[in-house]
């Protein structure tokens, strides 16, 4: 974990503490709740003729798995390059660890792994990793990099003789060089068959195990829900909605209970927190934010009740229902 303190976090001597322990608790603390590993403030992002961000909002807390998740063109990129000082808003401000992702002291704490990386093929997969190491005052050895990054064997390989999968677990062990506190990762899977996207995951989640702040961008819901301890879904350079992937769901219109009753279509509809009622065959579905205490409610007063199943909506129908206009 580097120790450079945060530019901007005030003194651990405004808080009136006296022992070095004191200090460093204060210190640790503002870091974590004060002051976001990143922040994006109002961003607007505009090329020629496109809004690419749309007064864009997003904060990364330390230690957490962020998914960016949109649609083809929501800004994921545009966001991440931002971050990544690749590129500048148009207005807003970007911040990383309480500055300018463009200054010298961010750019050394945070990893990246781009959806359009180019590496020169005639590189080994050895050369191209002490490359990267080079660019950082305190990279990760060698074999650490390829073990993790599950690249055994492939030391000494060409970049261009490698399969699709292997070139992708390149770019994620050169983001891994630096041995960053900020890691983005932008649509790491694709073109991954489902095993290899399960092994990144793993990683992934090794990762955030070591106490690193993960920002991934997918169109994966399913990547999405497996990884993120929060989603930012975005569309058109906006946030349309933000929360777990639980709550991502609940907010699509809640869970689906479905059974046999004896209950009437009115009662139902009745009931506090019934969004929908629908009937086919012997069965009722009913949808409900509150699935609990409708079931509750139901099983009270139907003891004939039968046959009872809950469904929490697919991520997916919870972002189609979001992005859609
Ligand atoms: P995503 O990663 O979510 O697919 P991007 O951030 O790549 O979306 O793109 C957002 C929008 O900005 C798209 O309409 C895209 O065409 C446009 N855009 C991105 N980069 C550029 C650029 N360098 N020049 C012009 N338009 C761009
Ligand atoms: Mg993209």
Redesign the pocket.
Known sequence: MATTLIEGAASPEKRGTTTPEGHRAALLEERETVQPVARLTGVIKR??T?T?LDGLDLALRAGEIVALL?P???????AVRLMLGLAAPTSGTVRIFGGDPREATARTRVGAMLQVARLVETLRVREHLDLFRSYYPRPLAVAEIVRFAQLDGLEDRMFGQLSGGQKQRVLFALALCGDPDLIFLDEPTVGMDIEARRGLWQQIRELKARGKTVLL?THYLEEADALADRVVVINKGRVVSAGTPAEIKRMSGGRRIRCQTALSFADLQAMEGVASVEAAEDFVTVTAHNAEDVVREMLLRDATLSGLEIASPALEDAFLALTKN
């Open positions: 090329y020629e496109t690419a949109g083809n063109g929501a800004g994921k990129s545009t961008t």
